[in-house]
């Protein structure tokens, strides 16, 4: 199993050697830093590998993460953890074009929303007196509907995004391990410079 993880940077498109144009994402890819294995032996009960993203400075850090210097830190579960070494380097030459993967994210975020945004409703009719009546959801109980209450599931307004999303079978178009981007065919979840986590399908 491969991953890494990365900072969405931009869309664009991308031609193929048949000169059919594809939309991507490029993503700002690694390096990734070993910083624990966990073993399913172990007192930790489970196999996988903790990983390090983007250096940050000691006086930012508590007492918990010293010695482990890192924005970022996040574990992938594995099935052979000993072919990881503490300290060791994962990059993207470990991808190549061509490769399916899935990528995680947290999507955007868009605060409290009514349900035409939410939900896709229409809204009310523009006609016929209706007044200030175009976004609203209309009737959400009633005594013939479920008693005269509001059923449990009623699609109402509220707060929309900043959820984790994961996006499968896409595929890589692009990488250059020099300059650390990656193209990936598609929308990848997330606002400009968030964080994603691409592994391997």
């Known amino acids: 199993m491969k991953f890494i993880l990365a900072r969405k940077d931009r869309m664009t498109q991308i031609f193929d050697d048949q000169g059919i144009v594809h ?35 000691e006086k930012r850090l508590n007492k918990a993460q010293h010695g482990k210097a890192f924005k970022v830190l996040k574990e992938f579960r594995v099935e052979d953890p000993s072919s990881f070494e503490i300290g060791s380097e994962i990059t993207l030459d470990s991808f190549a074009a061509g ?12 605060g409290f929303t009514g349900v035409v945004k939410r939900h896709g409703f229409h809204g009310g009719r523009r006609s016929h007196g209706q007044k ?16 005269g209450r509001v059923a449990k599931g009623m699609r109402m307004a509220g ?42 399908a």
């Open 23 to 57: 939309a991507g994402t490029v993503l700002k890819a690694g390096p990734i830093v070993v910083t624990q294995v966990k073993a399913k032996d172990a007192k930790d009960g489970y196999a996988a590998v903790q990983v390090g993203f983007e250096v940050q400075t």
């Open 159 to 200: 707060r929309m995004g900043g959820d984790r999303v994961t996006v499968t079978n896409l595929k890589v178009l692009h990488v250059n391990a020099k300059t650390g981007e990656m193209i990936i065919s598609g929308a990848v979840p997330g606002t400009r410079g968030s964080l994603v986590e691409i592994i391997s």
């Open 132 to 147: 200030h009546s175009e976004r609203e959801a209309g009737s959400i109980g009633g005594g013939g509907r479920a008693g």
């Open 99 to 110: 490769d399916s993967v899935r990528v995680a994210g947290t999507s955007k975020g868009h």
